[in-house]
């Protein structure tokens, strides 16, 4: 007997194709087989060159794991500088989920079909988060797959996918029980007589089939990057190496790192091209020493040997390479880097510029770079080399350097972060330059490269690798990725260890419908309060009013003894037996809070505070043990065997949820469906037939029902969406597994230390400082640097385990958690405020903090001194104390559950919080513009000074914003400082005018003073084209028409690519067009004259011109406009706010504040009458208040009826104001009783003579007609 060939096999389409079908895309087959050959041979022969040789011996070595790549290597570089690798064999797997009763079944299939391909099954039971009362201990049992490559896991996990799709829908909810009571009332061992056809249908779920596979490795042989490792290879091949980690040493290695930057040609105007320009000059550092290769078909002259150090601790000295041409500068690069073999290359902006021009500039000259050095683009666009790494500094600049947007380009950074003026230089001057000075093109390349190096290695390199040990990712990866992905990596590795299965990525929900049947068009919830309050200058030396209440301050003095309490023994840690002046700091504050008491109105000089959570949003999820995975229902609690009467494991918390959604209802919706059904839609092959609506995929059929809903919705309703917010309660299990809280735990205790260590090495600095050894200050500062730039990388990634659960796609998916975060955090602030409010004046809310001002007076620091060994002196700030006593009353969670004993699941309640203020301040100024329109404030926008006249912050102004006009940027970068100035308000916002008023006069001379080119600096506008001008359409703006009008007089080549530079100025010609219109493009005034008349005159639309004067062609009432309303911002409108007259008279008041001042000042203005009343507490005893008063008052409302005679005082107003002069810093004190008025209440109970009298007696005679009495 024998099997006959069915003929029925098709090989799939890619086994057809020949491997000239597609160059460079292997085929299947190519993959399994020849492919994969020729690439580990390409591997080994790069990794040699730089150094990397594979270990044949059995010789324990120490390494420092610099990086992990993909195909089994891991690189080392031992302590004596040389460099190894060795292979570790190791299977990626995955787990799928089955019903239990088709477990064997399952594997025994799996195996035979993929005979050759799955390496193991096995079966494993993993924690399972989603299960159904697993907190009693219950595991999920799943199918373990492991396979002897990539390729074959692939292809298993794709075929796998189709099937988990298709049966996802039939999983019934409550699968586990259903089978646990199968298994109790059928015999187990009975063969089932119902099993379905096809054993592949029993397969509901497939678990951890995308994590990368050096992620997978990583985290399972807890192998990171970034730390020393002893590794001892074993005889045989199949064997893995023996490597363990090395916590004893300390010290890293010095890398060799070598950061470099490329000089290109250019066109006019444009962008380099690499099709037609070359590279003009090669800057580069090698750990500290420069070189510059130059291309002297470019250059007019050889360089020398030269020096640019802009500071001392950033020293360049400078060797040259003159080469004849490209190509010779090309191979000398490609040469001195196999020479040096680095360990890394840092560019800045490299994957988008400097390295696609290298490839494509050596491609001319048959060069291949991966070839030559390595180094290649990878999928994802990120050019990248085996056994080096790519760090591109403009990745760490964009998530982890806190510089706003405007802010980040090189130049930039190097004064923010390096502290010094790099040179800049026009790039339309540089092709001259090199030239005519190419000395000067020189200094200005090598100064890139020197930026680009020291960046690196003062800031980039400490905590990338610093993050590495902790994260299972390699050095590129943990730079370029964002801070979401790093949450998530830490997360995967706390679930594994935790023996937890990790969840499916989030999967969008296509036209998902709220419960009302509407769909959801964005779905989301409220974020943090952020509010601005006031407006103005607020300075430490200059008096402000204060309007204290009186009970604010008694409930203080109340709370005095708890307050100090929570302060030393909560926040310091500190037992209150142990405080030696503890009754006398008490008496201190208490004698300070009855003076403000005594006098509520006060002129006095100001504490300029910010009073911020630290670590708000992680220190909520800590202390409400909130988690992704504890969000539950009634469902999953009335599962659960916890769930018992008197049990408080349920914590419901308030979250706001917004919703915007299409106004059409659900049947609305169907009909629409309906008639998508019954059309055609255009084939995805051009000249194809038509698709009918089913053949669409689900993400085109979700399009088309959107797009068609919105028109139908505009038509309608004449709107497109519905916003509705609405509060909703979610509940938090409090007894679910913490690896989430305790990774973010310990991820913000480690940045605490950095914290700690970062302040330690401030004060180092400056006792080196004042030392004066050199060496202990360079020492210092490095320090210095390294925590600070530690802090602030944990700071980051620590903030956004926060926004990580809200992120599309992450694995831990909760929008519930992200939402009570929120509203937690806008709670806190909200009740912070209103303890301000009494107390102080709170000038701007953000979301984790409040800037305010409180009285001199104040109580601010207190000495405590403790018999404490380790805290014999206590530093606290009182304000700051009060805040936390406040956040611990209200915010502290009573039902947080730790487990103790995992075995008999025994678990401790107690009260946690960790959210505390952090005080910072006081400062010496506070400078917060205005909204040029009525009721409205400008928020996140303010400067703060400190007391050495630095600017401690700046946010949300023009100067840090890209394409502001030069000159508001200038202005506002000299006004600041001139807040400083004057002893009074009146004298401090005179000499901000003086600054205003100077500029002014520039734009009102019409800047006759000034040269030409200085001119043009201060009012050009320069901004760049993202898209091709055809791409824009019928769009307006001054960009586009500056480009039209580019390309008129220098081809229409200028405008065919994206990313062209328009630099213009505005005219005031033609009479009466719009600005978009009235742009003129500066190189038209580097033209020839006779060209610039023809084209000033066609687009001025003036024929008259004869002599060009940039003056006469300017709109100088734009430009005033344009600085007049910076100038209301931050001056005249704050000015008018504060009570001062208008200090920039040539800028006027907007109406709505003008009308405003003119009813302030109106001395016949009729006041109101809460201007001359105020409620006072009602009479305790109405009866002695009666009897006290004899005149007969009645209101209307009483005729009628019968009351009792009386006699009530109507209103009583007691005013007295007294101004006092105090010598303790007080400026002035003005206490104003508030206005007493008593309003007679109607009694309507008498006693039994009263009733019997007639209403004449009681009440009298009623009054003539025309007379009231």
């Known amino acids: 007997m024998f099997l006959q060939n069915s003929g029925k096999y098709k090989p799939p389409k890619d086994l057809k194709e020949t491997k000239a079908g597609k160059s460079g895309i292997p085929t299947e087959r190519e993959e399994t087989s020849e492919y994969r050959i020729r690439i580990s041979l390409e591997n080994e022969t790069i990794d040699v060159k730089y150094g990397f040789e594979r270990v044949t011996d059995y010789l324990e070595r120490t390494g420092f794991y610099s990086t992990c790549i993909r195909l089994k290597y891991w690189m080392k570089t031992k302590e004596d500088g040389t460099r190894f690798k060795v292979s570790y064999a190791f299977m990626p797997y995955f787990f799928i989920l089955t019903k239990r009763e088709h477990i064997n079944e399952i594997s025994q299939c799996l195996m035979k079909k993929y005979g050759g391909t799955i390496a193991k099954c096995d079966v494993v039971e993993k924690e399972d988060l989603d299960l159904q009362n697993h907190l009693m201990g219950l595991k999920q049992k799943f199918i373990k797959l492991s396979f002897f490559n990539q390729t074959d896991m692939i292809k298993v996990r794709r075929d796998i996918l189709k099937v988990v799709r298709v049966n996802r829908g039939k999983i019934d909810e409550n699968m586990f029980y259903n089978e646990m009571l199968t298994e109790t009332l059928t015999d187990v061992h009975m063969k089932t007589t119902n099993s379905k056809s096809d054993p592949m249908e029993n397969i509901t779920d497939i678990r951890e089939y995308d994590v990368p596979y050096h992620t997978r490795v990583s985290i399972d042989l807890k192998i990171f990057c970034g730390s020393w490792y002893t590794v001892r290879c074993k005889g045989s091949s199949t064997d893995p190496p023996v490597i363990n980690l090395r916590n004893d040493i300390i010290e890293r290695p010095e890398p060799i790192v070598l950061a470099y930057d490329i000089e290109t040609t250019k066109l006019p105007l444009k962008f380099p091209d690499v099709n037609t320009d070359q590279i003009m000059m090669i800057s580069y550092m090698i750990d500290g020493q420069g070189f510059l290769i130059t291309n002297r078909e470019i250059l007019s002259a050889d360089i020398e040997d030269f020096e640019y150090t802009p500071k001392p601790e950033f020293e360049g000295k400078f060797t040259i390479f003159n080469e004849s041409n490209e190509k010779e500068l090309i191979e000398k690069f490609f040469e001195h880097i196999m020479d040096i073999r680095p360990h890394i290359f840092v560019t800045y902006n490299g994957d988008s510029f400097d390295w696609p021009f290298i490839e494509s500039r050596a491609a001319v000259y048959d060069l291949d770079m991966k070839t030559e050095i390595g180094f290649g683009k990878n999928r994802d666009g990120i050019y990248v080399c085996r056994p080096a790494m790519h760090m591109d500094c403009l990745f760490w600049v964009k998530r982890d350097s806190y510089l706003p947007v405007g802010s980040q380009n090189l130049k930039a950074v190097a004064k923010a972060k390096l502290r010094y003026d790099p040179v800049e230089l026009d790039p339309e001057e540089m092709c001259p330059l090199a030239a005519s000075a190419p000395q000067i093109l020189s200094n200005y390349s090598v100064s890139d490269a020197v930026a680009t190096y020291y960046l690196y290695m003062q800031y980039v390199h400490p905590f990338i690798f610093a993050l590495c040990t902790i994260i299972p990712c390699e050095p590129d990866e943990v730079l370029r990725k964002g801070s979401g992905t790093l949450c998530e990596a830490l997360l995967m590795v706390e679930a594994f260890h935790a023996n937890i299965i990790f969840p499916n990525k989030e999967e969008t929900i296509l036209n998902k419908l709220t419960e009302d049947g509407h769909v959801l068009h964005q ?277 956004s385990f926060y926004g990580y659960v809200m992120r599309r796609g992450a694995r831990w998916h909760s929008m519930e958690m992200a939402g009570i975060v929120c509203y937690t955090g806008a709670h806190i602030i909200m009740k912070a405020r209103e303890i301000i409010d009494k107390v102080g004046r709170p000038l701007e809310l953000d979301t984790d903090g409040i800037w305010c001002v409180l009285p001199a007076s104040f109580p601010e620091n207190l000495v405590v001194h403790t018999e404490d060994e380790k805290k014999k002196k206590l530093v606290i700030s009182y304000p700051n104390a009060v805040l936390n006593s406040m956040v611990k009353e209200y915010f502290t969670n009573d039902q947080y559950h730790e487990l103790i004993n995992p075995k008999t699941l025994e678990y401790e309640m107690r009260s946690e919080n960790s959210i505390f203020f952090e005080v910072d301040g006081p400062y010496k100024a506070m400078v917060l513009p205005a909204s040029k329109e009525e009721g409205k404030k400008l928020k996140k926008r303010y400067a703060v000074f400190n007391f050495d006249g630095s600017l401690a912050e700046l946010k949300g102004f023009e100067i840090k914003r890209r394409g502001e006009l030069q000159l508001i940027k200038i202005f506002q970068s000299s006004v600041f400082e001139s807040f400083l100035k004057g002893d009074t308000l009146e004298a401090c916002y005179a000499s901000v005018a003086q600054v205003a008023n100077y500029w002014l006069d520039v734009l009102y001379s019409h800047g006759r003073n000034m040269p030409d080119s200085e001119l043009f600096d201060l009012i050009s506008e320069n901004r760049s084209m993202s898209k091709k001008l055809e791409e824009y359409g019928t769009q307006k703006s001054t960009s586009i028409s500056t480009a039209k009008r580019l390309a008129e007089f220098l081809g229409d080549q200028m405008i065919k690519d994206a990313g062209l530079a328009c630099k213009y100025v505005i005219s005031k010609k033609p009479n009466g067009a719009p600005v978009t219109e009235r742009a003129i493009p500066l190189a038209i005034f580097q033209a020839e004259e006779s060209v610039q008349k023809h084209y000033l005159r066609k687009w001025l639309k003036d024929s008259s011109i004869e002599t060009i004067d940039i003056r006469e062609i300017l709109d100088w009432g734009y430009y005033i406009e344009r600085l007049g309303g910076a100038i209301q911002k931050i001056i005249t409108i704050p000015a008018a706010m504060q009570g001062v007259p208008n200090p920039v008279p040539r800028v006027h008041h907007p109406d709505w504040l003008h009308k405003k001042m003119l009813e302030k000042n109106d001395n016949f203005k009729q006041r109101k009458i809460n201007e001359i009343f105020s409620t006072a507490p009602k009479p305790s005893n109405v009866k002695n208040h009666m009897e006290a008063n004899n005149e007969d008052i009645e209101d209307v409302e009483d005729f009628g009826i019968i009351k009792p005679l009386f006699n009530d005082t109507v209103a009583k107003v007691t005013k007295n104001t007294n101004v006092e002069h105090s010598t303790t810093g007080v400026v002035g004190v003005m206490d104003i009783d508030n206005s007493t008025t008593f309003k007679r209440k109607r009694d309507d109970e008498f006693d039994e003579e009263t009733l019997s009298k007639t209403w004449r007696e009681v009440i009298g005679n009623p009054p003539p007609f025309g007379k009231l009495w």
């Open 523 to 799: 779905e989301t919830y409220v974020g943090g309060h952020v509010e601005a309050l006031e407006s103005g200058v607020f300075r430490a030396d200059i008096p402000c009013r204060f309007k204290l209440v009186p009970d604010a301050i008694d409930t203080l003095i109340k709370k005095v003894p708890h307050t100090l309490q929570h302060a030393i023994e909560v926040e310091e840690g500190v037992d209150m037996n142990k405080v030696l002046n503890l009754e006398e700091i008490k008496d201190e504050i208490v004698k300070k809070l009855l003076a403000l008491k005594e006098q509520p109105m006060r002129l006095e000089c100001p504490l300029i505070y910010h009073l911020d959570v630290g670590a708000m949003y992680p220190n909520i999820i800590l202390t409400n043990r909130l988690q992704p995975c504890a969000l539950v229902n009634e469902t999953i609690c009335a599962s659960c065997d916890f769930n018992k009467p008197g049990a408080n494991c349920q914590r419901n918390m308030a979250w706001m949820s917004r919703v915007e959604f299409m106004p059409a209802t659900r049947n609305e919706y169907h009909r629409i469906q309906h008639q998508l059904e019954t059309e055609k839609f255009p084939s995805l092959i051009p000249g194809g037939p038509k698709r009918a609506f089913h053949q669409l995929s689900k993400e085109e059929q979700a399009e088309l029902e959107k797009k068609r809903l919105l028109i139908y919705c505009r038509k309608v309703y004449k709107k497109q969406k519905v916003t509705r917010v609405e509060e909703k309660t979610s509940t938090i299990c409090q007894k679910e597994n913490s690896f989430y809280v305790d990774t973010v735990r310990a991820f913000r205790d480690r940045r605490y230390e950095y914290k700690a260590f970062s302040k330690k090495a401030k004060a180092a600095v400056n006792a080196a400082i004042k030392g004066g050894d050199a060496s202990e200050i360079k020492s210092a500062k490095n320090r210095e640097v390294l925590y600070d730039s530690l802090q602030l990388a944990h700071k980051c990634i620590l903030n």
